[in-house]
């Protein structure tokens, strides 16, 4: 049997951010912050070593403004403004990403989510092995026989791989029934208003009894509960608004093509100066072993 190839696609700000929280703040000589990407770059480099991708790519967010704002304006309201300290580590893992010949890319309109969720799509269609890696379980409505996604725990040192299988021995769901789990329970973190009082164990026992969102709508009569069929009846429209925002869009106008993130190897000399220049000198004997 041929040996597919593997594609690996990384949601840029959700390790990013994970990278921040989890390592304390560390800075080098110069004084720029560099625990995010210290934290990035350890983890990329374990998968590089463990995965040996043909292809990867690293999305992120484009800007604040998606086309899911158009749907609902408080969409992703209320969260809080990013550290200072953050947000200047940015433009530091893409000039990381440059110095490793990784592909980086964004989309403006669009969330990390859809970019990966387009080319996972793509990339199963052509036979591809595709690894996504996120802390965020949305991303879990992905999974398939060809698409794995690798959820960080305990900030991004450990990940847990949902396969099909995986995914219904967790959540007693299948992977096709994510989206409306998400829409009934909402996201706090991306006011997605969801249910009230609908929470994911609810969710989920509902999915269990009725299979979808509309097939719970087309038989509300038998919901147990009166305060719950109350919600549910009072508040289709925002469930039916939380399935929207949740669902990946697997068709965005992606302009890149899966032979322009083939990976081929990292620059060693301009790795080895920036490292340097970070003050990475654990990560720099990591290199020489290579």
Same mark, same amino acid.
């Given at each position: 049997?041929?040996?597919?190839?593997?594609?690996?696609?990384?949601?840029?700000?959700?390790?990013?951010?994970?990278?921040?929280?989890?390592?304390?703040?560390?800075?080098?000589?110069?004084?720029?912050?560099?625990?995010?990407?210290?934290?990035?770059?350890?983890?990329? /480099? %374990?998968? =590089?070593?463990?995965?040996?991708?043909?292809? $990867?790519?690293?999305?992120?967010?484009? +800007?604040?403004? &998606?086309?899911?704002?158009?749907?609902?304006?408080?969409?992703?309201?209320g969260?809080?403004?990013?550290?200072?300290?953050?947000?200047?580590?940015?433009?530091?893992?893409?000039?990381?990403?440059?110095?490793?010949?990784?592909?980086?890319?964004?989309?403006?309109?669009?969330?990390?989510?859809?970019?990966?969720?387009?080319?996972?799509?793509?990339?199963?269609?052509?036979?591809?092995?595709?690894?996504?890696?996120?802390?965020?379980?949305?991303?879990l409505?992905?999974?398939?026989?060809?698409?794995?996604?690798?959820?960080?725990?305990?900030?991004?040192s450990?990940?847990?791989?949902?396969?099909?299988?995986?995914?219904e021995?967790k959540?007693?769901i299948?992977?096709?029934?994510?989206?409306? /789990? %998400?829409? =009934?329970?909402?996201d706090?973190?991306?006011? $997605?208003?969801?249910?009230?009082?609908? +929470?994911?164990? &609810?969710?989920?026992?509902?999915?269990?009894?009725?299979?979808?969102?509309?097939?719970?709508?087309?038989?509300?009569?038998?919901?147990?509960?009166?305060?719950?069929?109350?919600?549910?009846?009072?508040?289709?429209?925002?469930?039916?608004?939380?399935?929207?925002?949740?669902?990946?869009?697997?068709?965005?106008?992606?302009?890149?093509?899966?032979?322009?993130?083939?990976?081929?190897?990292y620059?060693?000399?301009?790795?080895?100066?920036?490292?340097?220049?970070?003050?990475?000198?654990?990560?720099l004997?990591?290199?020489?072993?290579e």
């Open positions: 049997m041929t040996d597919k190839q593997k594609l690996i696609l990384i949601d840029g700000n959700s390790i990013l951010y994970r990278a921040f929280f989890a390592l304390p703040l560390l800075s080098n000589d110069k004084g720029v912050y560099t625990n995010a990407v210290f934290g990035f770059t350890k983890m990329l /480099m %374990k998968v =590089l070593e463990e995965e040996n991708p043909s292809h $990867i790519m690293i999305a992120f967010d484009a +800007g604040k403004t &998606t086309f899911r704002h158009a749907k609902y304006k408080d969409y992703k309201g969260r809080q403004k990013t550290p200072p300290e953050l947000s200047e580590q940015f433009l530091l893992v893409r000039e990381l990403l440059d110095a490793s010949s990784i592909v980086h890319y964004e989309l403006e309109q669009y969330e990390a989510d859809d970019i990966i969720g387009t080319l996972a799509k793509k990339a199963a269609q052509a036979n591809f092995n595709v690894q996504v890696i996120t802390g965020d379980k949305d991303m409505q992905l999974v398939s026989e060809d698409i794995h996604v690798q959820i960080t725990r305990k900030g991004i450990e990940l847990d791989i949902y396969t099909p299988e995986f995914l021995e959540l007693t299948k992977p096709e029934q994510v989206i409306d /789990m %998400k829409a =009934l329970m909402g706090s973190s991306d006011n $997605i208003p969801g249910v009230t009082g609908v +929470g994911e164990k &609810t969710a989920i026992k509902l999915l269990n009894q009725f299979g979808t969102l509309e097939n719970i709508y087309q038989n509300l009569d038998q919901v147990n509960g009166k305060k719950l069929k109350e919600n549910l009846t009072n508040q289709k429209d925002l469930a039916f608004l939380s399935k929207e925002l949740v669902t990946i869009n697997q068709d965005s106008p992606v302009e890149i093509e899966l032979d322009q993130i083939a990976y081929k190897g620059d060693q000399s301009r790795l080895t100066a920036l490292f340097k220049d970070l003050g990475f000198k654990s990560l004997s990591s290199l020489d072993g």
